[in-house]
């Protein structure tokens, strides 16, 4: 983002299954770190985006989960700017 000096980019999953696992790996493979946004939780478990994604980079890069827009709330600038901090 502009005023954090940090570069930030987005991949957006469109479609949960069949699971976009060769485009995902293809988008991640120069990360250092990424950070899976969820808008669902998962009551004793992981968030289910950030299962799926964790499933297919594994150990490779480091992965963060938070969770936004529960209750169809919207993801709002704010919101994601906390996550990158």
Not at 32 to 43: C, F, G, H, L, T
């Amino acid at each position: 983002m502009q005023d954090t000096g940090k570069k930030v980019g987005l991949i957006r999953i469109k479609s949960f299954r069949p699971f976009p696992e060769k485009e995902l790996l293809s988008a991640c493979k120069n990360l250092k770190e990424i950070q899976v946004i969820d808008r669902a939780i998962s009551p004793g478990g992981n968030p289910p985006l950030f299962t799926e994604v964790k499933a297919i980079l594994q150990d490779k890069i480091k992965i963060k989960s938070y969770v936004l827009g529960l209750g169809g709330q919207d993801i709002t600038p704010k919101g994601i700017k906390e996550v990158i901090k």
